[in-house]
């Protein structure tokens, strides 16, 4: 069992800043892929940026790519998204999940445990 715990997220000016923080703990987490998602209201839960195990791979959503970097400290059970260069179409609830697999993939299906969110808020 894995527990993923969202932190970091509030309400930023267009153009500004904020780093996200996922904290898990529970059985073998430096072996999971991790990955963050978001949801809008009314719109799919869609992906936003994968990592392997060892951390030396990463994906991105095209809409991110550029501006938003995933990272993780092992060490301390810990997934990072640092977001740069916010914009109003980027406020969502952002979610961290795991995957058992060391393959990225973007699918949510694919993920076996999810945080509770963080709410991004983006004004103009």
């Known amino acids: 069992q894995v527990q993923l715990v969202e932190s970091g997220g509030g309400l930023v000016q267009a153009g500004g800043s904020l780093r996200l923080s996922c904290a898990a703990s529970?059985?073998?987490?430096?072996?999971?892929?991790m990955a963050w998602f978001r949801q809008a209201p009314g719109k799919e839960r869609e992906f936003v940026a994968a990592i392997s195990w060892s951390g030396g791979s990463t994906n991105y959503a095209d809409s991110v790519k550029g501006r938003f970097t995933i990272s993780r400290d092992n060490a301390k059970n810990t997934v990072f998204l640092h977001m740069n260069s916010l914009k109003p179409e980027d406020t969502a609830v952002y979610y961290c999940a795991a995957r058992v697999s060391i393959v990225i993939v973007a699918t949510r299906s694919a993920y076996n445990y999810w945080g509770q969110g963080t709410q991004v808020t983006v004004s103009s």
């Open positions: 529970g059985r073998t987490f430096s072996s999971y892929a």
